[in-house]
């Protein structure tokens, strides 16, 4: 089955910094990544997603990046701001009728005003 | 707010009891996934139901079921609790559609088996 690792754990960053988080995944077949931030006591919000027949996509301050040969993507938040503190997942899923999502273990990012 | 409402927001239980969680997809959603937190296993995906009918099965015991009703809401229920079922279950739902599927959570239950 699919494996998706996220690095790093723990990410601590200045007000107005940028932030990246790095995920790989193991099959091939997957196709949908989604990002979601989850904060404390709250389900997992979706804040970007992308499909494997695009490289980047941007929305406002966060884009995600796609790299299928290499079977990595990575989140960027720029200008970051005390709210975007919270812990954000990574996922990947195969299409198919069941996209069921495989989850990175986390990444608790905080952002020093 | 994602539109998906679980209840209870908490439960408290012991060890060999039995609870169901309830869950309501967003309106027009048919799709419905639920989701185990623990700090040990992070999130790993129970099961998946399509307009009533099973559709994919995770990490789900034995001593784990589901289902989802005509009206599309979902139960999961877990049995014979053991104090390592203790966690956070989310419940997600989706429109259906392959290769549109955003999957959109629900504020999840708070499990404890004491």
């Known amino acids: 089955g699919e494996n998706v690792e996220q690095h790093p754990s723990t990410l601590s960053v200045q007000e107005g910094d940028s932030a990246v988080i790095k995920c790989t995944y193991s099959?091939?077949?997957?196709?949908?990544f989604p990002w979601y931030k989850q904060e404390l006591g709250k389900g997992p919000q979706l804040i970007i997603d992308?499909?494997?027949?695009?490289g980047e996509k941007k929305d406002q301050r966060i884009a995600v990046t796609l790299n299928k040969t290499a079977k990595h993507f990575s989140l960027h938040i720029t200008e970051t701001q005390p709210e975007d503190s919270a812990v954000y997942f990574c996922a990947a899923a195969t299409s198919g009728s069941a996209r069921q999502l495989t989850f990175g273990s986390g990444t608790q990012l905080t952002v020093l005003p | 707010d994602s539109g998906v409402t679980q209840t209870p927001k908490h439960l408290i239980t012991a060890t060999g009891q039995r609870v169901t969680l309830r869950c309501s997809p967003r309106s027009g959603d048919l799709s419905v996934y639920w989701y185990q937190q623990s700090l040990d296993q992070g999130l790993q995906f129970l099961i998946q139901?399509?307009?009533?009918?099973?559709?994919a099965k995770g990490n789900i015991l034995e001593r784990f079921s589901a289902q989802q009703f005509p009206d599309l809401h979902s139960e999961l229920n877990l049995s014979s609790l053991e104090l390592g079922d203790s966690a956070l279950y989310f419940c997600?739902?989706?429109?259906?559609?392959?290769?549109?599927?955003?999957?959109?959570f629900g504020p999840g239950t708070r499990l404890t088996v004491l």
């Open positions: 139901y399509y307009n009533g009918e099973e559709r």
């Open positions: 997600a739902s989706s429109v259906g559609q392959v290769d549109t599927d955003t999957q959109y």
């Open positions: 099959d091939s077949a997957s196709n949908y």
């Open positions: 992308i499909r494997s027949n695009v």
